[in-house]
């Protein structure tokens, strides 16, 4: 670790240690990452244990780009990729999107509609798991901008070189510290199985399992490979999953999955789109 990062970063962190506890450690977790690196975002979220995602600390509330974070926290979560990496994989990590990310991700609907909405050209970040059950994380996220400020490799290994000092910190001021919105909003549960039955009532299994994947930000060869059958195949699971749910790009594909899950009330399970389609 280069000794000037190292002796920032060591004065940075007993700064920051004071406000373990307390409502603005977020805000100051986030001052810190911001003497560490240049990044011109950063979000600071926290996944309580089946319960809707809560924005700990965000650079762009207030302005424009807020829309697309109210999007993201009523569902669009489900399909970011360190969520995923967070769901798959229950221990505390850092990483960078390309690591993260699905191969054909810039091609996704999520990409357009959250990542070039919020004018993001880069991303990398921790997620830290809290507890045994890995049900309860955080996911510390550190965005660029501009392109020709992306994350360069050694900024990358600093940041990673870090992780096990930035997990026993958060651990420790999440013990002693509790968001009154952690004791409502127990549905993160419920959206996630809406996404696994998605256009069941309508789909083959086959075809639901395609169409999950490609909202992931999967290619289809890359779904070829998961499921060991051709491409071709997988081709004609998606075109029969859009003819089925009358839709024509995958831009209506993630609309349709978006507002279905944004119109959930009291769901007990099943397809989301049966209540979606349901007349009043």
């Not at 805000?27 to 700990?56: G, H, Q, R």
């Not at 968001?179 to 256009?199: I, K, M, P, Y």
Request: with cysteine; charged share 25%.
């Amino acid at each position: 670790m280069n000794q000037s990062f190292l002796a920032n970063f060591s004065q940075q962190v007993a700064d920051l240690f004071p406000y373990a506890g307390t409502k603005d450690f977020s805000e100051k977790l986030a001052d810190m990452f911001k003497c560490l690196v240049d990044t011109d975002n950063i979000m600071i979220i926290l996944f309580p244990s089946k319960k809707l995602p809560i924005i700990e600390y965000n650079d762009h509330i207030g302005d424009p780009r807020k829309s697309v974070v109210d999007k993201y926290v009523k569902g669009a979560f489900l399909l970011d990729p360190f969520y995923l990496a967070a769901r798959e994989k229950k221990d505390s990590r850092f990483l960078h999107l390309k690591e993260a990310a699905p191969d054909a991700f810039e091609d996704s609907e999520y990409f357009n509609s959250y990542y070039k909405d919020s004018c993001l050209s880069d991303e990398c970040g921790y997620i830290i798991h809290f507890g045994d059950d890995g049900e309860k994380f955080l996911i510390i996220g550190l965005g660029q901008v501009e392109t020709e400020a992306d994350f360069n490799r050694e900024q990358l290994t600093q940041l990673a070189e870090i992780t096990p000092l930035i997990e026993a910190i958060t651990n420790y001021h999440w013990q002693l510290y509790t968001n009154e919105s952690e004791h409502h909003l127990d549905v993160r549960e419920q959206l996630e199985t809406a996404l696994d039955c998605f256009g069941t009532s309508i789909l083959t299994d086959r075809e639901n399992q395609t169409v999950k994947m490609i909202l992931q930000g999967y290619s289809s060869k890359a779904i070829a490979e998961r499921f060991n059958i051709s491409v071709e195949t997988i081709k004609l699971h998606r075109k029969n999953a859009y003819a089925k749910l009358d839709l024509g790009t995958q831009g209506e594909l993630f609309n349709l999955f978006i507002n279905s899950l944004m119109n959930i009330e009291n769901y007990v399970g099943g397809d989301p789109l049966i209540e979606y389609h349901s007349p009043g």
